[in-house]
């Protein structure tokens, strides 16, 4: 239930948002329309001025506060970021642009670069500790491969949409977002913490001293909780082996590199050609047969498994796979990614609660979304470096503070988790981080907005082609 009011508040919001640009539209046209001769030379300039990709803004890496306050909140955001599987995105950008100085653009380009390198340091961590629980690896590839090729289907739509997309409406949209996937995740984590306090009270009630017949005392064991302690049967290698899955990271670099291919060659014709589409076209069967193969698998087997009675999930998530369920993925997939694609992030805000939201336990949802966000980020940053969009002194360094917050974020807060047998943590840090980017983006949208509404810009959408 709870599922299903906050997609019917996320599809009404953003209808009534999208709907409002055209009578926004209507109302400035109606309103400029005297003064249309005397006006259009201002808004071309601002406009062009606002969408301009040219006009780069490179502080020079040097010593300074600034670049200390950058790196502790590099640091703090990668490491709060990746435990949580959401990238960081919406704190990076702000960071960025209003600390060190950069253009939004190549701050969203040098977010990506951060948001590769915590994802990559994060999934080096994962592979070599066990899943909590069972004996399967803890990042889940059947649902990396259900929603990875959607995700990066979804940014390369936002990308598209973030030229045709008035900025205010942008801003709107990540309000509404953020705040809906904040508030949820922050409600997923009071019923765990809840859940987990029961389990606590039962663990202790039964660790309560039995007396045998010699008088000696014996201590009852939890097993709802002793997978949660390590497990020293295996060795680190050993583990990095079993958590290795060669042939579904094979399909899912495939299609990485597919896309990257398609994003080169798209990126070196004209805007709007008939090879320009042709590219961009190209992408939609790539995604939808390798996101359409894992779905019919997915459904198979779990009506195998229900026909012969097993109830035993198919992947960690509980839900069952049905055609409905799989159309809900898919939508979710592609929103996370179109928002990616807007922001600069890496779809995590999207994929990371909705994998704890199919019933998949925090610590693989962790795994499994920083798994999925290090391709799609380094598609970005691949994509972003071809174009000369960021300084490569910069990205090293903040790529490499990244790399040391998402490892030891990861190894600090599995300890945590450990001790305190409570994995709803890893659910308040993905709210938290979720609920501060809602803050920053949104307060950063809005004194932008007044700006553009101030100095009389357009808007309303814009032209794609023209945009380009």
Known sequence: MATRGLVSYLLSSFSVAVLSVFLITQYQNGYDSPLQSRLSPSLNS??????????????????????VLATVIGFLGSACGTVGGVGGGGIFVPMLTLIVGFDTKSAAALSKCMIMGASASSVWYNLRVPHPTKEVPIIDYDLALLFQP??????TLGVALSVVFPYWLITVL????????????????????????IMKKEFARQQETVVDSRGERAVLIDTQYEPLLPREEKSIMQI??????????????????????????KNDVNACSAWYWVFFCLQFPI???????????????????????????ICEASIAWTPIHIAFCALCGILGGTVGGLLGSGGGFILGPLLLEIGV????????????????ASLSVVEFYLLKRFPIPYALYLTSVSVLAGFWGQCLVRKVVTILKRASIIVFILSGVIFASAITMGVIGIETSIQM????????????????
């Not at 969408?51 to 020079?60: C, F």
């Not at 509404?453 to 023209?466: T, V």
């Open 46 to 67: 601002n406009l062009s001025s606002h969408l301009s990709s040219t006009d780069k803004t490179w502080p020079e890496l040097k010593f300074s506060w600034r670049l």
């Open 150 to 155: 959607m995700l990066m289907l979804g940014i």
């Open 174 to 197: 990540i309000i509404i977002l953020f705040l809906g996937t904040s508030s949820r995740s922050c409600f997923k984590g009071f019923e765990m913490w809840k859940e987990e306090s």
């Open 240 to 265: 990095l082996k079993f958590n290795l899955r060669w042939k579904r990271v094979v399909v899912l670099v495939v299609v990485w590199v597919l896309f990257l291919v398609l994003q080169v060659f």
């Open 287 to 313: 995604a939808l047969g390798v996101f359409g193969y894992e779905s019919v698998k997915l459904c198979k087997e779990h009506k195998k498994r229900m026909s012969t009675g097993n109830t035993e999930s």
């Open 361 to 376: 336990i925090p610590q693989v949802a962790s795994a499994t979304a920083t798994f999925v966000m290090t391709f799609s």
């Open 453 to 468: 509404i101030q100095n009389h810009e357009f808007m309303g959408f814009l032209d794609f082609c023209s945009s380009q």
